[in-house]
């Protein structure tokens, strides 16, 4: 019989007796999963009117879950931080700490090696994920076209950070940077669907060319090195965003995977030349130091950005990683930029206040 047949019409509900919760309430979930069934029932039959999405949260959580591989706990309140906070303001704390990495990576290479250095940055990246976001466990309940796509994002991380540091062991960070830069240009251009968000790139890249000081190189495997780092850095971002499709929280966890299959491609590559630093404690933190800075801090912002970002926007933004090196340099190193280069700055600066982001993609 329909639940909906033994209640009275409308004008007589008001005779009915209330629709009350058990006297007894333990919790606030025990409260929640008690009275969420008999105001769904009465909501449907016209006894009360619908509550608000509000009342289901405080009552105990009908939580709606959008991704079969909800994220864990850590993972899940950084998610719901991130989103008090502007997308725009993740990604200029990446890119902040996009050239804080690398910098003191440069200085490690002499004693560690360069594979020893990457060793380094995933291993200490990949020690700091697993406790917060338990890789053993989402591949446990992951299906094959999700655990590809750890896989996927796990190489391409491994050689993606080799490549970076092969190509800036032997070319100028102003060169790997400059070949870097050419992807996510076309990445941007591939998105870029309204004119004034294509004059936003074109203007975003004319200051770039105006800020980098490009010098070529005859040094052709470290110009391999680069335009192969620079293919990686643009699937990295293509993988970034569908991990991130599931929520920031969501694609965080995903990240911790993923740098652990990092972990596992570039053990036996690097592990020679890490040994060396293993009676240096002083290395080994600077290594671990290597990874938080270049490989946890901006992933992380990258996700919580990626999240909220199209792909398009996200690659436009890149083009602020030239100007921030340069405001950096100014504050940190005291490295007063030139005229040429406050014009390059302002420039980025104009671009990315035309550029209007469309919806996710």
């Avoid at 360069?114 to 406790?131: D, E, N, Q, T, Y």
């Avoid at 620079?230 to 911790?256: D, K, P, Q, S, T």
């Avoid at 996700?303 to 504050?331: C, D, E, K, V, Y």
Wanted: with cysteine; aromatic share 8%.
């Amino acid at each position: 019989m329909n639940r909906c047949q033994s209640t009275p019409d409308r004008g007589a509900t008001a005779a009915s007796p209330p629709l009350t919760a058990p006297a007894a309430t333990p919790s606030a979930a025990a409260t929640g999963g008690a009275i969420a069934p008999a105001r769904a029932a009465a909501t449907a039959c016209g006894a009360i009117a619908p509550a608000p999405a509000r009342d289901a949260a405080s009552a105990g959580g009908t939580v709606a879950i959008t991704s079969p591989a909800p994220a864990l706990g850590g993972a899940t309140g950084l998610g719901a931080v991130s989103t008090k906070v502007p997308p725009q303001a993740w990604f200029v704390i990446s890119a902040v700490f996009h050239y804080l990495g690398p910098s003191f990576a440069v200085l490690l290479f002499p004693a560690v090696g360069v594979l020893g250095v990457a060793w380094f940055r995933i291993a200490s990246a990949a020690a700091v994920f697993a406790p917060i976001t338990r890789p053993w466990r989402l591949f446990a309940r992951m299906d094959k076209h999700e655990r590809r796509l750890l896989v996927g994002m796990g190489t391409c991380l491994a050689l993606m950070n080799c490549c970076f540091y092969l190509a800036l062991a032997r070319l100028p960070i102003s060169l790997v940077a400059a070949i870097e830069f050419v992807g996510s240009i076309g990445l941007a251009l591939f998105g870029m669907r309204t004119p004034r968000n294509r004059a936003a790139l074109g203007i975003a890249i004319a200051g770039i060319f105006i800020l980098i000081n490009v010098r070529w190189s005859t040094d052709l495997p470290g110009l391999g090195f680069a335009f192969a780092n620079g293919a990686l850095f643009v699937l990295y971002v293509v993988l970034g965003h569908r991990m991130a499709r599931a929520g920031a929280g969501a694609g965080i966890e995903r990240l911790g995977a993923a740098m652990a299959i990092a972990f596992v491609a570039v053990f036996a590559v690097g592990i020679v030349q890490a040994a060396r630093a293993f009676t240096h404690p002083i290395l080994v933190l600077a290594g671990m130091g290597v990874g938080i800075c270049s490989s946890v801090i901006p992933y992380v912002c990258d996700q919580l950005a990626m999240a909220r970002l199209p792909r398009a926007s996200f690659a436009l933004m890149l083009t602020l990683l030239p100007a921030s090196a340069t405001i950096i340099g100014a504050i940190v190193l005291g490295q007063i930029p030139s005229p040429r280069e406050i014009t390059g700055i302002a420039l980025v600066m104009g671009a990315m206040a035309l550029h209007r982001p469309a919806e996710a993609i």
